[in-house]
């Protein structure tokens, strides 16, 4: 069974700063890894995603995901934070073997708070 | 914006009545899923449907029941509604094989008294 967890339920950094919010994973098999973004009061949405190719990927916010398969990680970074970056961030990840339904496991979420 | 909304968004109701929450999407795509989110625990799988009257269970269905007789909508019901299924309840879609994408309707928020 895959499960996921996020090691810090909440970052508080003031506005300009880096950032980085953990991600591991457990899983026996290959798997497809995602960042979803929450705002507050709104539905999830999603922010990037490692499907295959290379190991860095990149959302249109800045906002950047690196899978490393060794240790089982997809940390999201961001270099300097606006305070519109403010909300709950979801890893999930599927895995690709047979049956699985497409179904995604989440983490408990890390509540990211930008102070200006 | 994929086209999925959830009705109704808030509702209030009291210990023992029957709920039915409705999902409705215009993307015409195959998978739904139903998740709850609760402080601490994040999104957990309620249950899913993978087509027309096919569903299966998630890791917390107790006390749920779902159906879906069309492509587009997606129905939980909560049979005897108790005050731990207080939460906001989401639905999810997803279609492409091999993408694993899900896309998230707005959320309904559910009280339990």
């Known amino acids: 069974a895959q499960s996921v967890t996020q090691l810090d339920s909440q970052v508080p950094v003031f506005e300009e700063a880096p950032v980085e919010l953990r991600c591991n994973y457990s899983s026996s098999v290959s798997v497809y890894l995602f960042w979803y973004v929450q705002y507050p009061n709104q539905g999830l949405q999603l922010l990037l995603k490692?499907?295959?190719?290379?190991?860095l990927v990149e959302s249109i916010n800045g906002f950047e995901a690196e899978f490393n398969k060794s240790q089982t990680s997809f940390h999201l970074r961001k270099p300097s934070v606006h305070i519109s970056d403010t909300a709950e961030y979801f890893c999930?990840?599927?895995?690709?073997?047979?049956?699985?339904?497409?179904?995604?496991?989440f983490g408990k979420g890390t509540l990211l708070t930008v102070n200006p | 914006d994929a086209g999925i909304t959830q009705s109704p968004r808030h509702k209030v109701t009291e210990t023992g009545t029957p709920v039915t929450l409705r999902c409705h999407q215009t993307e015409n795509h195959r998978y739904m899923y139903w998740y709850r989110q609760d402080p601490g625990h994040g999104l957990r799988l309620i249950h899913y449907s993978y087509g027309v009257k096919d569903t299966d269970k998630g890791e917390v269905s107790d006390g749920y029941s779902v159906s879906r007789s069309k492509t587009e909508d997606f129905l939980l019901t909560l049979e005897s509604a108790t005050s731990s299924q207080t939460s906001v309840y989401f639905c999810?879609?997803?279609?492409?094989?091999?993408?694993?994408?899900?896309?998230f309707g707005p959320g309904t928020r559910l009280t339990v008294t």
């Open positions: 999810a879609i997803s279609e492409r094989q091999g993408s694993y994408e899900q896309y």
């Open positions: 999930a990840v599927s895995d690709l073997s047979g049956g699985s339904n497409y179904k995604l496991t």
């Open positions: 490692y499907l295959s190719g290379s190991t």
